[in-house]
C-alpha cells in the first residue's frame, strides 16, 4: 500500500517534468501551455453508461501531461512515454470523415483522434508530448486521460468554445471511431468533471454530473486499487458483445435503452428473453438502481455504508453479465475476507483492476492479503495502491 498526499504530489509533479523534456527533446523550445487529465476509478455503475443509465466515477490522482507547443507549417506531431517513436501528419490528412488509423500505431490514435475529431480544418500546427502515470491496460482509463489533456489543450490553443461535457464527447468519438472502441462516455466524463474528494453521479442519458462528497478521509477509510496486471481491451471481442446484447434485450422489450427499465419489469424480461440476454439485462437494471442507491447512502448515512452495494455490484457483474475473470473475484475475495468494508472489479472487465474500500489501520493487511492470495492461486504479483479521489482535467501551466 502506498503513495498518498504530499507523496502523490510529487509524482504529477514528476510527470510535469517527463513531459516537459519530451517536447523539449522533441522541439528544442518550452512548451506554450501545460494541461492534464486524470485516469478514474469507477466507484459503481458498470456497462450502464451505453445503456443511457447512471454511474459514478471518481477521477484519481494518477494524470496524463500534455506539453504542448505551437508550429506554423499546419502539421501536429504526438510524441509519449509510451513509445520511443513520435507520430507526425499534416492537419489536412486528419480532416477527412474517417480517420486514418491504418496509418500510425494504436497510442497515436488517440490523441490525433481527438485533433481529427474537433476538425482540423484551417487549424495551426502543434507538437504534444505526452507523459503519464496512468497505468495503461490497468482498468483506470489511460485513454480518456490521454483524450482529456489532448482535448483540453487543443481547445485552448485553438480558441474553441467548448465545455468540459462538449470535450468529454470528443474524446468518446476518438475513442469510437478513430481508435475503434465501442465504449460509452463514462470514462471521459470522470476524467473531464473530476472533483477532488467527490465522485461524479452521472446521468449518462443527459450527460449532467454531479459531485457527491465521499468523505472517504474524515470516515478513516481509503480506497485501494488492485491491479490484477491482466491486461484487457475494449476494441476487442467481449466488450463489444455485452453491448450488443443489452442492445438486443432494449430492443426485444419495445425500450429505447436499458435505463428505461426498472427493476419491477424484470419478470417480464425474463418471460420474453433467452436466459443469456436475459441476465444481461437484469445486470444492467440492477446496477442503475444500485447507483440510486449509493448516492442515497452516501448522502444520508455516508460511505461506511457503501460496502455491501459495491459488493452485490461485484457479484452482478460476475454472474450476470459475465465479465469478471478469477484474478479480479480473487482480489475481491481476499479484500473482502481481511476486511475490506466493501469491493468490486471496476471498469469494463475481462481483467483490469478491482477496488476495496478499507479502514486505513487495515489497509497494509488487505493488500497483504490480497498479494498472498494471488501468490497461492499462481497468478502475476498484483500492483496494489491507493488513490485519492481527485480534480478533473485543468491546464497546469
Ligand atoms: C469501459 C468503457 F470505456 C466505459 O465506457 C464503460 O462502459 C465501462 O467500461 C464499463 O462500465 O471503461
Wanted: aromatic share 6%; glycine share 10%.
Amino acid at each position: 500500500a502506498a503513495p498518498t498526499g504530499s507523496a502523490t504530489r510529487a509524482a504529477s509533479e514528476a510527470v510535469v517534468a517527463t513531459a516537459r523534456a519530451l517536447l523539449f527533446a522533441l522541439t528544442g523550445a518550452e512548451p506554450d501551455g501545460v494541461w492534464s487529465a486524470p485516469g478514474r476509478v469507477n466507484l459503481i455503475g458498470e456497462h450502464t453508461d451505453y445503456n443511457d443509465g447512471y454511474a459514478m466515477p471518481f477521477a484519481i490522482d494518477h494524470r496524463t501531461v500534455a506539453a504542448v507547443r505551437r508550429r506554423e507549417d499546419g502539421r501536429m506531431r504526438v510524441a509519449s512515454t509510451f513509445s520511443p517513436e513520435p507520430v507526425e501528419i499534416d492537419l489536412a490528412d486528419l480532416s477527412g470523415a474517417e480517420f486514418p488509423r491504418d496509418a500510425m500505431p494504436e497510442w497515436a490514435a488517440y490523441p490525433l483522434g481527438v485533433a481529427w475529431a474537433l476538425g482540423t480544418a484551417g487549424r495551426e500546427g502543434v507538437d504534444i508530448a505526452l507523459a503519464s502515470d496512468v497505468p495503461v491496460g490497468a482498468g483506470l482509463s489511460s485513454s480518456a486521460a490521454i483524450e482529456g489533456a489532448t482535448a483540453s489543450a487543443l481547445r485552448d490553443l485553438w480558441g474553441l468554445d467548448l465545455d468540459a461535457t462538449a470535450l468529454a464527447r470528443i474524446g468518446r468519438r476518438a475513442e469510437n471511431d478513430a481508435v475503434g472502441a465501442p465504449t460509452g462516455i463514462m470514462d471521459q466524463l470522470a476524467s473531464m468533471l473530476g472533483r477532488r474528494d467527490a465522485a461524479i453521479f452521472i446521468d449518462c442519458r443527459s450527460l449532467e454530473g454531479t459531485p457527491v462528497d465521499l468523505g472517504f478521509a474524515a470516515a478513516g477509510l481509503e480506497l485501494l486499487v488492485i491491479d490484477t496486471r491482466v491486461q484487457h481491451a475494449h476494441s476487442t471481442g467481449g466488450y463489444g458483445d455485452r453491448r450488443a446484447a443489452c442492445e438486443r434485450g432494449a430492443a426485444a422489450l419495445g425500450m429505447p435503452a436499458l435505463r428505461d427499465l426498472s427493476t419491477a419489469d424484470l419478470d417480464r424480461a425474463r418471460s420474453i428473453l433467452d436466459d443469456v440476454t436475459f441476465r444481461r439485462v437484469r445486470h444492467v437494471v440492477t446496477e442503475d438502481q444500485r447507483v440510486l442507491d449509493t448516492v442515497h447512502v452516501l448522502r444520508a448515512e455516508g460511505p461506511l455504508a457503501i460496502g455491501d452495494l459495491l459488493v452485490a455490484s461485484h457479484v452482478s457483474l460476475r454472474d450476470d453479465f459475465e465479465v469478471s475473470c478469477p484474478e479480479l473475484d480473487t482480489a475481491v475475495d481476499a479484500a473482502l475476507a481481511a476486511g475490506a468494508l466493501g469491493a468490486r472489479m471496476t471498469g469494463g472487465g475481462f481483467g483490469g483492476s478491482a477496488i476495496a474500500l478499507v479502514a486505513r489501520e487495515k489497509t497494509d493487511a488487505v493488500a497483504d492479503a490480497v498479494t498472498r492470495a494471488f501468490a497461492d492461486a499462481g497468478f502475476t504479483a498484483p500492483a496494489v495502491f491507493t488513490v485519492q479521489p481527485s480534480e478533473g482535467a485543468r491546464r497546469d501551466a
